[in-house]
């Protein structure tokens, strides 16, 4: 481990030495550019790393983190995304052990008094707003992915370290920074520190770029033959990437050999319905897809694949640039442009870079291919002017470009190449939450503090001068809220400018909205029936949105409206106006609003967030489906790992935030509905947030996957009892709505039709309240006699008249449910019960 070999006491000669053998022994002898940013990072210098993809900055990233251990200071790794950060916690943790490594995302503090802490940038940020330079003396901030700090919405967390820690050391890394002058210049006057710059490194596996004018399945076929796999092939959307997969199906991607390898490496791989059957297909034949809409387990899968030389060709979008695990021989660019959610546009040259630099495995290549393709129509007009060549016919007209398509060609490929990444532009905002961290500071005038925020940092004059009059206008509104007070009569240094009340630290960092929510489950009655879901609402406001589901569900919305509006013979104009006002379910709106101006009359910083009601699990819930129904029913097959990611952290976010005193035993099968939900679709999210919460801890039992849903290690059987309980209301809802084609499908041997012909000769209607689906209308007996292996369960039916003497009798296959990762239930009979 590294920190045995770390010199004791601090010795820079010592540290160099100690840290270049202990590199080679793990095979990762350093490369000159890693020499010196080494050399630079004992010398007490900042650091500005920017050398290519594969150049080593992880490395360099390890020796200041070692290097500050060394020495007794705290060192701190920030990255963009959650998902990074928790990746190199456990990288950090198997370097120096899991003592001496923890992590803070929001979701999860793990042994947070660690010396070397891994959290996202905005947990910096806000820590370096509430500490200032008090809090951070002597420590060192390696900031990964810096070029974000150019990103619109989020670059103020990359910004505020800079101006708030002024005696840190920071080291600044990314592929892809351009011009970072006016950065280290900035940095040297704030901490009287010298800012090194290791940049203009050669990568150790060169590129070498082409543009090619043929069909993009030739193209893919010759970088085959000639051994230049595995072949990234780059899409600018997810759905272009799955299409471009399957349209190589049809070629000979991967020999007979190399199928049967991975048929070997995959037989005990669970791939679910829908989009598992096309990826499982797809691997089958070599080619792989990876995009940030697949599920987590999904996304691996293809990553050890790759890693292991399995997949020669892998279909996905540019969001490999940022720290994605798959080794690349050649980037192939489908295209030049993209949409940035307004416009269509040619590539950035940091975004260009970002892609084209994972070309090239250092040592396995030595070289790395990038080839763009030209635009479809030229591709088109390039084969008809060969043709007509061949001939010695004149060629015909040309295809034109569609309309509004924005050009690309050999031109913009070498720009792109020979660019220098832009310089990147600072991106400062100002907030109520940033406001009163600084406002709630133990040392410092605020005033002063707040004042050089707002006018000693990176920005352009009149974005300062913005950025002032948003920041009085916060103050104003955080005085007339109660949240500050104010002691005197001016800002000539008289007056004294505190905190008016009691905020716990990193309020706005773990869930922001949940004191909001707290506050509003109190409104709610734990006596109605519709308290569990109701709670469950609350909870998804606070949530982010996830798009494709909300979009879909207004989809489905205004399709059902336009039906029914078309039913009662409403004309066309008024029937788009109409639409104008449907949009995706919003349970409790009106009230979640209310109490949200309310709360943030006492409590202004909510303002920085968005309160967003939606129906995401209450929709799951209330239509009884599975992960793969749900999915199917609203066409998200490209985004199910978002919506997978969304349940998740609905979980855990209900989990952490509903107090145990208001958890009824209704409300605590919803919440365990949830997990199991989660766990058996894909376990991978909360297996990670448990072994987050607890990485120094007895190691804990492993979590039920798909395959053991009701197997015998880890059998939870009241969460299995909530599914199979679903299982049953599944068919009670369908029941209710007559649909007897949807319930012969789910069972055909039960004979439903005339079940429901005979239920309905006695009762008008079907009850689906919540009292119709509580636990008490479902019994189990998990040891029916002679049948081992199995549960017997019932369902009884809620009739208006309260008689409940209907009822449908089901067994359950724990093996098959186990096998199926889903219960397998048989319907043995539907009808009057005890008769």
Not at 546 to 561: D, I, K, N, S, Y
Request: hydrophobic share 45%.
């Amino acid at each position: 481990m590294l920190i045995d070999v770390l010199p004791d006491p601090w010795d820079p000669d010592a540290f160099v030495g100690a840290f270049d053998d202990w590199a080679r022994e793990q095979g990762l002898p350093l490369y000159p550019a890693q020499e010196e940013a080494v050399l630079e990072l004992v010398l007490d210098r900042h650091l500005v790393l920017s050398t290519p993809t594969g150049t080593g900055k992880s490395l360099v990233a390890v020796a200041a983190h070692a290097a500050a251990l060394a020495q007794g200071r705290r060192s701190w790794y920030t990255a963009p995304i959650k998902a990074l950060v928790s990746e190199k916690f456990f990288q950090l943790v198997d370097i120096f052990g899991p003592a001496n490594v923890g992590m803070i995302t929001g979701d999860s503090s793990v042994n947070p008094e660690a010396p070397i802490l891994c959290c996202t940038a905005e947990i910096l940020a806000n820590r370096a707003l509430r500490h200032g330079e008090e809090g951070h003396v002597d420590e060192v901030v390696v900031m990964d992915e810096f070029h974000f700090y150019a990103d619109p919405d989020r670059g103020w967390a990359w910004q505020v370290p800079l101006l708030q820690l002024n005696r840190a050391r920071f080291v600044l890394m990314s592929a892809t920074l351009g011009d970072v002058t006016a950065i280290a210049d900035d940095l040297e006057r704030r901490t009287g520190l010298e800012v090194a710059q290791v940049t203009g490194v050669e990568r150790p596996v060169p590129l070498r770029y082409r543009y090619v004018i043929t069909p993009i399945h030739e193209t893919i076929d010759e970088l085959l033959r000639d051994g230049l796999a595995p072949v990234y092939v780059v899409h600018f959307s997810q759905a272009a990437a799955v299409e471009r997969a399957q349209a190589l199906l049809s070629a000979k991607v991967a020999t007979r050999e190399q199928r049967d390898r991975i048929a070997d490496e995959i037989a005990g791989f669970r791939f679910a319905p829908g989009f598992g059957n096309v990826l499982s297909r797809l691997i089958r034949a070599g080619i792989g897809v990876h995009h940030a809409g697949m599920l987590p387990k999904y996304r691996r899968l293809v990553e050890q694949l790759a890693q292991r030389g399995l997949l020669r060709v892998i279909c996905g979008t540019d969001t490999l640039g940022v720290g994605i695990n798959v080794p690349i021989r050649t980037v192939l660019l489908t295209g030049l442009t993209k949409f940035d959610g307004t416009r269509m546009r040619q590539l950035t040259a940091r975004e260009f870079h970002q892609v084209a630099g994972r070309a090239g495995r250092a040592g396995f290549d030595t070289e790395g291919e990038v080839v763009a393709e030209a635009p479809e129509h030229e591709i088109e007009n390039a084969i008809a002017a060969a043709k007509a060549e061949a001939r010695n016919k004149k060629q015909g007209p040309k295809k034109r470009a569609p309309e509004g398509f924005v050009s690309w060609g050999p031109a913009s490929f070498e720009r792109l190449i020979a660019a220098v990444p832009e310089t990147l532009a600072p991106s400062m905002r100002m907030t109520a939450a940033m406001m009163i961290n600084v406002i709630g500071r133990r040392h410092g005038d605020p005033f002063t503090d707040v004042r050089a925020l707002v006018f000693d940092n990176h920005e352009p004059v009149p974005r300062r001068r913005e950025l002032a009059r948003r920041a009085i206008q916060l103050y104003r509104t955080l005085r007339t809220a109660g949240v500050v007070q104010q002691q005197g009569g001016g800002f000539d240094g008289t007056a004294v400018i505190s905190l008016a009340v009691d905020l716990p630290e990193d309020f706005a960092l773990n869930q922001p909205l949940s004191p909001f929510a707290l506050a509003a489950f109190e409104l709610l009655d734990p006596a109605s029936s519709e308290y569990p879901l109701d709670m469950i609402s609350v909870l998804e406001a606070t949530l982010d949105d996830p798009r494709p589901v909300l979009a879909q569900q207004q989809f489905r919305a205004r399709g059902e409206a336009v039906a029914a509006m078309k039913a009662e013979g409403i004309e066309y104009d008024q029937r788009m106006e109409l639409l104008e006002d449907v949009t995706w379910p919003k349970p409790l709106a009106d009230l979640l609003e209310q109490t949200f101006e309310t709360f943030a009359a006492s409590q202004p910083w909510v303002h920085d967030f968005e309160l967003s009601p939606k129906s995401v699990v209450r929709d799951l819930w209330e239509k009884a489906f599975t992960f793969p129904e749900f999915v199917a029913y609203y066409q998200l097959g490209r985004s199910e790992g978002l919506v997978l990611r969304y349940l998740s952290d609905a979980y855990r976010a209900a989990r952490q935030t509903i107090p145990e005193d208001a958890r009824t035993p209704e409300l605590q099968d919803l919440i365990d509905w949830l997990g199991e939900l989660v766990r058996q679709t894909d376990s991978s999210l909360l297996e990670e947030w448990e072994a987050l919460s607890n990485p120094l801890g007895e190691p804990a039992a492993p979590s039920r996957g798909a395959s053991d849903v009701a197997g015998l290690d880890g059998f939870n059987p009241r969460a299995f009892a909530i599914l199979v309980r679903n299982e049953l209301w599944r068919r009670v809802r369908l029941a209710a709505l007559q649909r007897d084609d949807e319930l012969v499908a789910l069972d055909p041997d039960a004979g439903w039709p005339e079940a429901l012909d005979g239920y309905y000769a006695e009762h008008d209607d079907l009850r689906t309240d919540a009292d119709a689906r509580s636990a008490r209308m479902v019994q189990v007996d998990e040891h029916p006699e002679g049948e081992p292996g199995t549960w017997r369960v019932r369902q009884v039916l809620a009739d208006p008249a309260g008689d409940h003497d209907w009822g449908i009798t089901a067994s359950v296959d724990l093996e098959a449910s186990a096998d199926q990762g889903v219960p397998v239930l048989r319907v043995l009979e539907v009808g009057r019960l005890g008769g």
